[in-house]
């Protein structure tokens, strides 16, 4: 497979490894009721900081699980002036580092920096999107090529599933010089070669040329009676002789009957009488099948009257005028050939192509026009999308409960469509938005609000679509120098661990085994969702040797925290009833547990429990004394601490996996 080669990809190739992970830290949360400053539980989040480092920090909890992306990058026209900050530790490289991207005669190179830029975000891509996930990427035609050539490397050309044209204007300038552009790309990679697009809804035009003229159980078309592959199915290739004309009926060329004799001889007894009859036709079903008489497979019947014509075209006039007809038919009200009916309620939706009108998916004039009526008639963004776009990429490509990821979230189009689509039709769908911009918060996530609550003339010109967010910024980095970074709480050194470890284990997005409530719901509930979290201890399992000796499970529920913040600060009341709700967060991740007895256990999943012996600045030792302190039942173990006394062997007898701080953590 042809690959593309340029300045400085032998630097970022495996860049995307030596990215440090962060931490995530949550700045406000914010619902229908307005901001708050206790988490209010939103499984939607949106992101300022670098989406480099922000798609490295997803991926403890996200790592194969984002059913969708969409992503609108710099399009290198020159006309962006975009930065390339990407802190590659190469002398040849840092001349790039901290520039302002600019047109071609300005910057010789910058469709070198463009690609060194897209590369590593590509690859952290591939990384979060779930096998079932799809991938999208607008585009025009300045990096189209190159693109396209970067994707078959990351995602495999056996993944390629679409080159899209989106029908982005309406109409052309009449001073347009040379061909206009009328249409961009939209590049489409699946994660898995098997992919298929969910079906569009059906078209008032598409249904109307079904029709039932024959009184038949429903509404149906007129369809070719034959199918392609009369070589390979010689057994389907012979005559049916007409009820009305006498005429005996074969196959076009090359092709065959629809169905099996057996199946065709049933339809046709719809009619009337008809029975198999050796024709001795094997030069007529040789010449439609393209190979010699004496090739043909022999003893094939037609299918024939069994009675006198008059009477067969009595009893088959019968039927045509009293109806309804057999699934196989004669046109021309008996006097044309054969034709097989298509039921309307069988052809299921409209199959996606890759021409995408701006009938159906929007244009740039009418993005440009939802952005000002959104922001009170002012442009505050240059080059959004239209929020049908987006909605016609996730009803092809996202189920109701999919998590949806924007790395280049600009004006915010995605998380609007998605709140839309599920007011829409209730369901559960979830955005992640990256933006590193300075407009992250006063264009990006403003807009957002805006749509929760309603925008226009006194917030009733457009209703809000209801839903939540929490914003967050990039935090410290997990590692420094090799070592834990000392500036990052003990707590969020847990969240990383436990997200790791059972995103590595296969834990789902939501629902699952879970010992606790997720970080993300602990403090105050679900206000914004409508649920808290509330979780409780796994059911036990068998004793092991020197492990939980007769020490009864962990059962308490981890929204403790809300219930003390009711009654105290400006959002208690919510906080206390979404706690008094106590139902399922319905994106719940697998819970962090949160315990006085056990302070390093962070959960039971599948089976096995996970410990985290860490404090900052001492050395830890997985010892005896410390796995009398294990209190948790399980099948298995996953221990880390800064060093172990046991051997191998004597661990993997005891179903204990230990894991060296911060070696292992490093690693994950």
């Given amino acids: 497979m042809p690959t593309l080669d340029w300045i400085g990809k032998n630097k970022v190739i495996s860049h995307h490894l030596e990215v440090p992970f962060r931490a995530l830290e949550r ?84 469709h070198d920096k463009w690609l060194c830029m897209m590369y590593p975000r590509l690859q952290l891509l591939r990384k979060l999107l779930a096998d079932d996930g799809a991938i999208f990427i607008s585009i025009d035609d300045n990096e189209y090529a190159n693109l396209k050539l970067v994707c078959d490397e ?108 057996e199946t065709m001889l049933e339809h046709m007894r719809g009619w009337t009488a008809y029975e198999l009859r050796d024709l001795n036709d094997a030069e007529k079903r040789a010449a439609i099948c393209g190979i010699a008489a004496e090739e043909v497979r022999p003893g094939v019947k037609g299918i024939v009257l069994a009675k006198p014509l008059e009477e067969a075209k009595a009893e088959a006039q019968q039927v045509l005028r009293r109806g309804p007809w057999p699934r196989f038919f004669f046109t021309k009200n008996g006097s044309g050939g054969i034709a097989r009916k298509t039921y309307l309620e069988k052809v299921g939706g409209r199959v996606p192509t890759n021409f995408w009108p701006h009938s159906e998916t929007g244009h740039t004039d009418e993005a440009k026009k939802e952005i000002m009526a959104i922001f009170g008639g002012q442009a505050v963004f240059n080059t959004p999308k239209p929020t049908r776009l987006l909605e016609f990429i996730l009803t092809i490509a996202a189920k109701k409960e999919a998590i949806i990821l924007d790395s280049f979230a600009g ?44 925008y226009g003339s006194g917030k009733s010109a457009v209703p809000g679509t209801g839903g939540s967010f929490s914003f967050y910024d990039l935090g410290e980095p997990l590692l420094r120098e090799e070592q834990l970074n000392p500036a990052l709480s003990a707590e969020k050194l847990r969240e990383y661990v436990w997200y790791s470890e059972t995103s590595q284990a296969g834990a789902g997005s939501g629902g699952g085994e879970t010992s606790a409530a997720s970080p993300a719901c602990r403090e105050a509930g679900s206000a914004g969702s409508g649920a808290a979290c509330v979780g409780v201890g796994l059911e036990g399992s068998p004793e092991r040797d020197g492990l939980a000796s007769g020490a009864d499970l962990l059962r308490e529920k981890t929204v403790a925290y809300a219930a003390e913040a009711a009654g105290a600060g400006e959002n208690g009341a919510a906080a206390e009833s979404a706690v008094q709700r106590g139902t399922a967060c319905p994106h719940a991740l697998p819970g962090l547990t949160v315990s006085a007895e056990e302070p390093y256990l962070l959960g039971v999943w599948n089976d096995t429990a996970y410990y985290f012996y860490y404090e900052p600045g001492q050395e830890t030792v997985l010892d005896e004394e410390f796995l009398a302190s294990v209190k948790t039942r399980a099948d298995n173990y996953v221990i880390y601490a800064g060093s172990c006394v046991f051997g191998a062997s004597w661990l993997a007898e005891r179903g204990i996996v230990f894991k060296k701080i911060p070696r292992d953590i490093k690693r994950l």
């Avoid at 939103?42 to 997803?58: C, F, Q, T, V, Y």
């Avoid at 699946?190 to 569009?200: A, E, R, T, V, Y």
Wanted: glycine share 6%; aromatic share 10%.
């Fill in 27 to 110: 700045r406000y949360s914010f619902d229908a009721a307005g901001e708050w400053a206790l988490d209010n539980g939103s499984p939607n989040m949106i992101i300022r900081g670098d989406n480099l480092e922000a798609l490295k920090a997803l991926l403890p909890r996200f790592e194969n699980k984002v059913n969708c992306i969409y992503i609108d990058p710099p399009y290198n026209t020159g006309e962006e002036h975009w930065i390339y900050n990407d802190n590659v530790n190469d002398p040849k490289m840092r001349r790039w580092l901290g520039e302002v991207v600019g047109k071609e005669g300005e910057d010789l190179t910058r």
């Fill in 154 to 261: 990351i995602f495999g050309l056996s993944c390629f599933v679409s080159d899209i044209a989106w029908q982005r204007t309406y109409s052309t300038r009449n001073d347009s010089k040379g061909i206009v552009s009328e249409v961009e790309h939209i590049l489409c990679y699946s994660k898995d070669i098997n992919w298929q697009p969910n079906k569009l809804p059906r078209t008032a035009e598409m249904n109307a040329k079904y029709k039932n003229p024959d009184n038949d159980i429903a509404l149906w078309r007129t369809d070719n009676a034959f199918a392609p592959g009369a070589v390979t199915h010689q057994g389907m290739v012979y005559a049916i002789q007409h009820p009305f004309t006498g005429e005996l009926i074969y196959p076009s060329n090359s092709a065959c009957w629809r169905y099996q004799q």
């Fill in 411 to 454: 004006s915010g189009t995605t998380a609007h469509a998605v709140l839309n689509m599920n007011k829409a039709d209730g369901g559960t769908r979830r955005f992640i938005l990256v933006e590193m911009m300075d407009y992250a918060e006063t264009i990006t996530a403003e807009r957002v609000k805006r749509v929760i609550q309603g």
